[in-house]
C-alpha cells in the first residue's frame, strides 16, 4: 500500500516536475489519491501553454479548490490558455461557492467555457488533458457511491493526450 507521508509526496512531486522539466516520457504511472492529484493538476496547470480540457464530475472542492491548484489556474490565466470545463452534476459548492469556478469566471469569454453534460455514453472517465501533451485519467470516478481519485498520468505522450482530447471534444459538439 502507497504511505502518504510527506516525503514520499515530496519525492512524488519531485518525480513529476523533473519528467515534466527535463521532457521525459512517463506514460500511465499511478496517481493513487487526492494528495497526488492535487499534485499532478497543479504542475499541469501552471505549465499550460494552450489549452486545458477539463471532464469530471463535479469541480470537487478537495482537489480543485486546494491552495496550489488555484494558484496554479491563476498562472494559466496571465499565461492565456484556454480552459474547457465540462461536469456531468453541479459544480460542487454552487458555482458561487467554488474557489475554482470563480476563478474560471474572470477568464476572457473566449478563454473559457463550461457546460453540465451527464451523458457518459461517450466517455465515462473523468479526464484532465494539458496541451495534447500531458492527461490524467480517472476510468472510474465513483466507487461505491464515492469519489475514486484512482487515476493513471502521462506525461509528455503526446499520442495518448491527443486521443483523450478527442474523447472529451466529443462531449463539446
Known amino acids: 500500500m502507497f504511505e502518504k507521508s510527506q516525503e514520499k509526496l515530496d519525492t512524488y512531486k519531485e518525480r513529476v516536475v523533473t519528467a515534466l522539466d527535463y521532457k521525459i516520457k512517463v506514460d500511465g504511472f499511478k496517481n493513487p489519491d487526492v494528495a497526488h492529484t492535487i499534485i499532478i493538476d497543479e504542475e499541469f496547470i501552471k505549465r499550460a501553454k494552450f489549452r486545458i480540457c477539463i471532464l469530471c464530475n463535479q469541480l470537487g472542492q478537495d482537489v480543485w479548490c486546494s491552495e496550489g491548484v488555484l494558484k496554479a489556474l491563476r498562472i494559466a490565466k496571465e499565461n492565456g490558455v484556454h480552459i474547457d470545463v465540462i461536469t456531468r452534476d453541479s459544480i460542487d459548492g454552487k458555482e458561487e461557492g467554488n474557489a475554482f469556478f470563480k476563478i474560471l469566471n474572470t477568464f476572457p469569454q ?38 475514486n481519485r484512482k487515476a493513471f498520468v502521462g506525461i509528455h505522450c503526446p499520442k495518448t ?12 459538439s
Open 110 to 147: 473566449d478563454k473559457f467555457s463550461y457546460k453540465i453534460s451527464n451523458d457518459t455514453s461517450k466517455v465515462s472517465a473523468n479526464i484532465l488533458v494539458i496541451d495534447k501533451l500531458h492527461y490524467r485519467v480517472e476510468p472510474t470516478p465513483i466507487l461505491n457511491g464515492k469519489p
Open 161 to 172: 493526450a491527443f486521443a483523450w482530447e478527442k474523447e472529451f471534444d466529443k462531449l463539446c
